[in-house]
Structures are given as structure tokens and as C-alpha cells.
């Protein structure tokens, strides 16, 4: 079974610029999420989606983060524009319709903003 | 606001000793707990996850809560060089919106 796939595994942008993140769940996952790692700290919940609907976008910062996953399949994460400190690694995971405590989670994108 | 609480580390344990990270958490409602293992530069692995209080064995690890102490640890038994990782504890309350809410996590190095 393949896993959560994301793009791109890195980046590196100028503050103000804009960026956007791509998320490919497991086949058959109904439930993406979206956290962001600073460095030295855990994952923290931005969003999450059950098929195409947002259940928790609390702290989504959107001002500037946006998320979307239009036919429940794919998922995008975009910032605009960014601030020094959106360095982070943003990662995506997923989980079954069965049993939503168990996520998978993504290789992750690592955002340098300078 | 939902807290989870770990001490960063790092935990020094010789090889074959056995290892105990442990985990607070401030939402009495969270139902779920979990405890991740993370190398550097990786994504996060699910190694264990507890339901209700008293401790869950799975090979080398076991995981034990109390939710009066609002309390849950990771022991890891016979250490290994390759259990030198980041665990990073982690809890949600089972509800419509079960995103996790993690801690730090606490830094181990296996010495051998």
C-alpha cells in the first residue's frame, strides 16, 4: 500500500512570496490533515478535512494559510504571503473512515522563508 | 486550551536498560492517547496508542495511563541504539474533530 505523498520535499522562498504544498492520501483515506513543525516542538493541527468538508481549521491562520481539497481526494496548503517565521516542515496525514484515531503521516515539505 | 507536556531531554539510557518517557495532558476530556517515534529529519510513526487506564504491551514497548493523574508514559524494555529517537506523545478528545494535539516531545539516546 503506498503511502501519503506530498510535494515538494523542500523549499525555500523570500518573505512576502507565496508558496503552496501538495498532499496525496492513502487510497480510500477519507481524512487528511494539515500540521505544521516548527523545529524543536511537535506537530500542530492547521486543518482537517473529512472527504471535501473542513471539520477543524481553528488554528489556521488565515490571514495567510489557505486549504483546499476540492473532490476529496487531493489536498493543497498555501501561504501568502509568508513570514519568517512559516519556516517550518508542513506535514500532511491521513486516515481511514474506520478508525480515525490512527494517522499516517506524510514525508513532510520543509519550508525555509528568509 | 488543550496542553500536552513532555520533557525535552534528552534521556540518556544505556543499551538493554529500560527507557521511561512520560506525558501530561490538561483536557480531561481527551479519550485517545498515542505515542509517536520520530528520527531526525522523518515524519512521525505511530508505536502505540491506549484507550483506557492501566497498561498496553506490544513487544519491547508498553504504554500505561491514568486519566485521575491525567498521566501517560512509554516504557521501552531491553533499549536499543535504534530506539535513539524523538517520542512525541499525543491525545485527542475522540470527538467529531480528532485532530492530535502533541507535545514537544522528549529527545532519547541510547548509549551503547
Known amino acids: 500500500e503506498a503511502g501519503v505523498a506530498q510535494s515538494p520535499r523542500y523549499k525555500i522562498i523570500e518573505k512576502r512570496q507565496s508558496v503552496a504544498f501538495w498532499c496525496n492520501p492513502i487510497?480510500?483515506?477519507?481524512?487528511l490533515y494539515w500540521y505544521q513543525q516548527i523545529l524543536g516542538q511537535g506537530p500542530k493541527l492547521l486543518i482537517q478535512?473529512?472527504?471535501?468538508?473542513?471539520?477543524?481549521d481553528s488554528q489556521l491562520p488565515k490571514d495567510r494559510f489557505s486549504a483546499e481539497r476540492l473532490k476529496g481526494v487531493d489536498s493543497t496548503l498555501k501561504i501568502q504571503p509568508a513570514k519568517l517565521e512559516d519556516s517550518a516542515v508542513y506535514l500532511c496525514?491521513?486516515?481511514?473512515?474506520?478508525?480515525?484515531?490512527?494517522?499516517?503521516f506524510g514525508p513532510g515539505t520543509r519550508l525555509t522563508v528568509l | 486550551q488543550k496542553e500536552v507536556e513532555q520533557n525535552s531531554g534528552p534521556l540518556s539510557v544505556p543499551e538493554g536498560a529500560i527507557a521511561s518517557l512520560n506525558c501530561t495532558y490538561s483536557d480531561r476530556v481527551s479519550q485517545s492517547f498515542f505515542w509517536y517515534r520520530q528520527y531526525s529529519g522523518k515524519s512521525p510513526e505511530l508505536i502505540m496508542s491506549i484507550y483506557s487506564n492501566g497498561d498496553k504491551e506490544d513487544g519491547r514497548f508498553t504504554a500505561q495511563l491514568n486519566k485521575a493523574s491525567q498521566y501517560v508514559s512509554l516504557l521501552i524494555r531491553d533499549s536499543q541504539p535504534s530506539d535513539s529517537a524523538t517520542y512525541l506523545c499525543a491525545v485527542n478528545s475522540g470527538g467529531g474533530a480528532d485532530g492530535l494535539t502533541f507535545g514537544k516531545g522528549t529527545h532519547l539516546i541510547i548509549q551503547p
Open positions: 496525514a491521513s486516515s481511514t473512515p474506520v478508525s480515525t484515531d490512527t494517522q499516517y
Open positions: 478535512f473529512q472527504n471535501n468538508g473542513v471539520v477543524d
Open positions: 487510497s480510500g483515506h477519507a481524512t
